[in-house]
């Protein structure tokens, strides 16, 4: 009900700055598992870990690339800084 009350640039605003925090955390979450899978390429150990980072990677990829078209669909700009 307050969100009527909201202009529409307010609330884009607002969802542009939540599709930011969820890009960020995502990103980082997405670093994370790209260094556990590398590491187990290199060390041969944790292969199981390993698998299952690959596995959440591809979702979070898959995750970003939506997460990504909502910000152009929101016209947020082309950049996330």
Do not use: H
Not at 13 to 27: A, E, H, S, Y
Not at 32 to 52: F, H, K, P, T, W
Request: glycine fraction near 4%; aromatic fraction near 4%.
């Amino acid at each position: 009900m307050v969100s009527l009350l909201v202009p529409m640039s307010a609330r884009a605003v607002d969802d542009c700055g939540l599709i930011k925090r969820l890009m960020n955390t995502l990103g980082a979450s997405m670093a994370r598992n790209r260094m556990l899978i590398a590491s187990s390429q290199a060390s041969g150990d944790n292969v199981q870990q390993a698998e299952e980072a690959s596995a959440l990677l591809a979702r979070q990829s898959k995750d970003f690339r939506e997460l990504r078209e909502d910000y152009v669909r929101n016209r947020c700009g082309d950049d996330w800084d």
